[in-house]
Every structure is written in C-alpha cells, then in structure tokens.
T-cell receptor, first 113, second 110 residues
C-alpha cells in the first residue's frame, strides 16, 4: 500500500528565515505530487504540482519554490519567510493514470513570527 | 466569483437528525466532483465521489446539478463522529488539479 510522509509536523520560524519542508511517498512510482497550503479561515490553495522529476508547475506567484530531486520526493522551500507564509502545508499524491484521487500527507503546521 | 463556494456554517445538528448542504462551482466545464472530510487539525480524506446520477454511501448521499452548477451532500441519522468539515472539491482539469471549497463545518450535538 502507498504511504505519504511529511516532516516536520510543526514548525515555528522567525520572519526572514529559510524554509525546507520535505514530502516522500512510498509504495508507488512516478506519482503526481502536489503542495497545498491551508491558511486560517481559507480553503486549500494549490501551490505547486509535479508530474515527474525536475518538472514543477507553479499555480500562484509567491515567496515559495518547489523541487523534485527524486521520483518520490517533493520539497517546498523559501529563502526568506514572511508572516503571510504561516499555514498548514499539505503534500499530496495521485496516480498518473488518474484512477486515484489525491491522498494527503499528515501536513506541516508552520507559524512564522 | 470563486471557483468553489461553500457556506462555512457551522451547521449544528442534533444527533440522529439529517443535515444537507450545497456547494456551487463556477467552471461549467468541470467534469469531476468530490466530497472530502477534514477533521480538526488533520489532513483531508476522500469521503465520496459525486456522480451525475447521484450516489449513496451508507448514510451519505451526494448529488450533482450541472444546470445550476452545484453539488450537495446529505447526511442521515447524524452521529457524533460525523462532526468535521466537509470540503467540496472540483477537478479543474489535467494532472488532477483540484479546487477546494472552504468547507462546511458540521457539529453534531448529543
């Protein structure tokens, strides 16, 4: 069976500090991978998605970037965090065959102070 | 107009009662629709897909109205464990890019 991992679970960072969140998927190959953010009082916003190694599509301009160095690894980064980057960051995967919907990881709760 | 709109609630429901809520979507070309459930401070999980003819899964019934561009979810015989936020989700197109509503918060009261 497939499993998706995210870490850390919780993170408190000062404004202006860098960020690196990691997501890995087990039990599948060549998945589509996604980063979503859920800010307080707002819906889930798609930030990035990737259909393969090194292939990143950005949905909205922002202070963040994503990379996919390996097939089942997806990384979300920032060079300098803003207060507005606070939120619940969720990694998700789906099968490229489209036969399976999004499965989400447990998420990382980020608070920027 | 937002892609997916939901009334956040909360919907306070007595245990054993029925609750129903809708969500509207803006893209008439959308083809796939879903309901996800999100418990407090947890990740969303798929509850059910929504088919054109409507579908039922136990106490849960989902319906789609393409003409009016809305999706509905009905929960019968509400249980305390049904307390959660129900997210309306629309597939925006290729690569499974889903648009999520803010969710309907349901609180089942003993």
């Amino acid at each position: 069976s497939q499993t998706i991992h995210q870490w850390p679970a919780t993170l408190v960072q000062p404004v202006g500090s860098p960020l690196s969140l990691e997501c890995t998927v087990e039990g599948t190959s060549n998945p589509n991978l996604y980063w979503y953010r859920q800010a307080a009082g707002r819906g889930l916003q798609l930030l990035f998605y990737s259909v393969g190694i090194g292939q990143i599509s950005s949905e909205v301009p922002q202070n963040l970037s994503a990379s996919r160095p390996q097939d089942r690894q997806f990384i979300l980064s920032s060079k300098k965090l803003l207060l507005s980057d606070s939120g619940f960051y969720l990694c998700a995967w789906s099968s490229t065959s489209g036969g399976r919907l999004l499965d989400f990881g447990p998420g990382t709760r980020l608070l920027v102070l | 107009r937002k892609e997916v709109e939901q009334d956040p609630g909360p919907f306070n429901v007595p245990e054993g009662a029925t609750v129903a809520f809708n969500c509207t979507y803006s893209n008439s070309a959308s083809q796939s629709f879903f309901w996800y459930r999100q418990d407090c401070r947890k990740e969303p999980k798929l509850l059910m897909s929504v088919y054109s003819s409507g579908n039922e899964d136990g106490r849960f019934t989902a319906q789609l109205n393409r003409a009016s561009q809305y999706i509905s979810l009905l929960i019968r015989d509400s249980k305390l464990s049904d307390s959660a936020t129900y997210l309306c989700v629309v597939n925006r197109g290729g690569n499974n890019r889903l648009a999520f509503g803010k969710g309907n918060q349901v609180v089942v009261i003993p």
